[in-house]
């Protein structure tokens, strides 16, 4: 299947480790944030969701936060496993329109 | 299956010939979105479906792509005078209602223009 991420960011852990992934967004109108995990050859797939009124949500396994002030997502992963190795995007969905912005991804290598 | 379905999964043309990509929405899903994604990059907006009307189609880049949902289910992308700057993924996401932001996305369609 199709490669994603050959030219994305990269970040290697070891299994067991958790791991932080960050994303900045640039249109302050956004207020729902979304971040998806995208292996190779698929599509991409829902992990977790922030509406802007809120500043921290959590899931199994995965927390998000939100920085409204500075434009700053990140997206927390625990103990994390060979099975979360792919590339994850942040997006965003702007208070007027439908359609997801996607940031630029990053990949994520998991040392077993 | 439960899941947003597209096909074919890989479409192989020529340049200049005419392609038609398909989705098929998760049951009962009223708002349908297409998204295209180049290597390396996070998928772009192209159109957005709300039933059999184009809310949104500010992200087609040009006359050459149109996209059809005529019974407010599944939709059909269409590209004229294929380039090949036009090879991609070609994503498609459904969501419950117009209310609701989750999109959920399907596999894609892999078009490669030669």
Same mark, same amino acid.
């Given at each position: 299947?199709?490669?994603?991420?050959?030219?994305?960011?990269?970040l290697?852990?070891?299994?067991?480790?958790?791991?932080?992934?960050?994303?900045?967004?640039?249109?302050?109108?956004?207020?729902?944030?979304?971040?998806?995990?995208?292996?190779?050859?698929?599509?991409?797939?829902? *992990?977790?969701?922030? !509406?802007?009124?809120?500043?921290?949500?959590? %899931?199994q /396994?995965?927390? &998000?936060?939100?920085?409204?002030?500075?434009?700053?997502?990140?997206?927390?992963?625990?103990?994390?496993?060979?099975?979360?190795?792919?590339?994850?995007?942040?997006?965003? *969905?702007?208070?007027? !329109?439908?359609?997801?912005?996607?940031?630029? %991804?990053? /990949?994520?290598? &998991?040392?077993? | 299956?439960?899941?947003?379905?597209?096909?074919?999964?890989?479409?192989?043309?020529?340049?200049?010939?005419?392609?038609?990509?398909?989705?098929?929405?998760?049951?009962?899903?009223?708002?349908?979105?297409?998204?295209?994604?180049?290597?390396?990059?996070?998928?772009?907006?192209?159109?957005?479906?709300q039933?059999?009307?184009?809310?949104?189609?500010?992200?087609?880049?040009?006359?050459?792509?149109?996209?059809?949902?005529?019974?407010?289910?599944?939709?059909?992308?269409?590209?004229q005078?294929?380039?090949?700057?036009?090879?991609?993924?070609?994503?498609?996401?459904?969501?419950?209602?117009?209310?609701?932001?989750?999109?959920?996305?399907?596999?894609?369609?892999?078009?490669?223009?030669?």
């Amino acid at each position: 299947g199709e490669s994603v991420g050959l030219h994305l960011p990269t970040l290697s852990v070891q299994e067991g480790d958790n791991s932080i992934i960050n994303c900045a967004y640039s249109n302050s109108a956004s207020d729902y944030f979304i971040w998806y995990k995208q292996e190779s050859g698929k599509g991409p797939q829902f *992990i977790i969701d922030i !509406r802007s009124n809120m500043d921290k949500r959590q %899931g199994q /396994r995965v927390t &998000v936060l939100l920085n409204k002030t500075v434009k700053h997502l990140s997206l927390q992963i625990a103990a994390t496993q060979p099975g979360d190795s792919a590339v994850y995007f942040c997006a965003e *969905i702007d208070t007027g !329109r439908r359609a997801l912005t996607f940031g630029s %991804g990053t /990949r994520l290598q &998991v040392q077993p | 299956g439960a899941g947003v379905s597209q096909t074919p999964s890989n479409k192989v043309t020529e340049k200049g010939k005419y392609v038609e990509l398909r989705c098929d929405p998760i049951s009962g899903h009223t708002a349908l979105y297409w998204y295209r994604q180049s290597l390396g990059q996070g998928p772009e907006f192209l159109i957005y479906f709300q039933g059999t009307g184009a809310a949104d189609d500010s992200g087609l880049p040009n006359d050459r792509f149109f996209a059809v949902r005529p019974e407010g289910s599944v939709s059909t992308l269409k590209i004229q005078r294929t380039e090949r700057g036009d090879s991609a993924v070609y994503l498609c996401a459904s969501s419950p209602t117009p209310l609701t932001d989750t999109q959920y996305f399907g596999p894609g369609t892999r078009l490669t223009v030669l």
